[in-house]
């Protein structure tokens, strides 16, 4: 009996962590038909949930990926899935600010209003690169590609008063040094560079707001995903049971996001996690460093503008 009611006892306590650990779910809804949606990232993890569930509910999607053979595949599944739906992909690398100005000029000349913007892709695990302008690749990709990217559909965004959404993270507040918007090899810890990118994504969110602009940095969760893909088999499989219990899956991922879309009212300039406003980090809240890191980003951004 004892030995039962073990098994059972964990068995509870494995269910309600991982109740716990799915964190709220967006229970707004609404139909999108009409509006146009904008997703960097949209053909794998997050970006690909995310884009299912905007399509279910009537947006007209545009996706930003630099993988056009990946594209296309998730593009003839959509079409398949939703045979009525608007859905297009624009080939993109956030880390060569040139494609970022070609991809989103694209994107104007197709899509001149615009409701939403969605900054969702990013790289984590990541060895030393540099960007096509010789950036440091985390911060490049995460902050500044997308710093550029939000700058050139900005004005789309304001004519139908729309909103920006900005994937920030949870890490964001482990960014304990000045951010720099390059390094050298021998300063380069990745952690340290995610971090730093993340808190200058809720830094832009809040900046932004300030523009006239609705727009709000959000924290997804701790997401399953395939960052150890390289790693052996068996701590793969190590990941994956651990991760089913304490991580969030995509779609669990997603909810935030989709919150903040079906939400009528935001906190302008907020910081959401779990379905609800929380506080901003202090860093993000202060005005002189986060000015100061947004001119040294507009100064390497303006000749792509």
């Known amino acids: 009996m004892d030995f039962i009611t073990n098994i059972i006892l964990i068995g509870v306590f494995l269910f309600l962590l991982k ?119 985390v911060i490049g990709i995460n902050y500044v590609g997308h710093f550029l990217f939000n700058l050139k559909l900005l004005n789309a965004l304001k004519i139908r008063h729309g909103r920006f959404i900005i994937t920030s993270s949870i890490m964001a507040q482990f960014a304990d040094k000045p951010i720099t918007l390059d390094c050298k090899k021998n300063e380069f810890n990745c952690y340290q560079r995610y971090s730093q990118s993340k808190l200058a994504l809720m830094m832009m969110a809040k900046e932004l707001s300030l523009h006239g602009i609705e727009a709000v940095s959000i924290h997804p969760g701790v997401v399953v995903s395939n960052i150890l893909h390289k790693y052996p088999l068996f701590i793969q499989w190590g990941y994956k049971i651990l991760g089913f219990f304490i991580f969030k899956s995509v779609e669990d991922g997603i909810q935030t996001a989709l919150h903040c879309i079906f939400s009528d009212s935001i906190v302008n300039g907020g910081y959401y996690k779990d379905c609800e406003c929380s506080m901003l980090y202090k860093r993000a809240e202060n005005t002189t460093e986060r000015q100061e890191v947004w001119n040294k980003t507009y100064e390497i951004i303006k000749p792509f503008l």
């Open 19 to 137: 109740m716990y650990c799915n964190g709220r779910q967006n229970l707004i809804e609404k139909d999108l038909k009409g509006k146009v949606v904008v997703v960097t990232g949209g053909t794998h993890g997050m970006g690909i949930a995310l884009v299912r569930e905007l399509l279910k509910h009537h947006a007209t999607v545009v996706s930003f990926s630099r993988n056009e053979s990946l594209a296309q595949r998730i593009s003839n599944e959509l079409i398949k899935e939703f045979p009525n739906s608007q859905f297009e992909h624009i080939t993109m690398d956030l880390g060569d600010l040139k494609s970022v100005k070609e991809a989103t000029e694209i994107c104007i000349e197709k899509y001149p209003e615009i409701d939403y913007i969605i900054d969702n892709a990013g790289i984590l695990i990541s060895p030393f690169t540099k960007t096509k302008q010789n950036l440091e690749g």
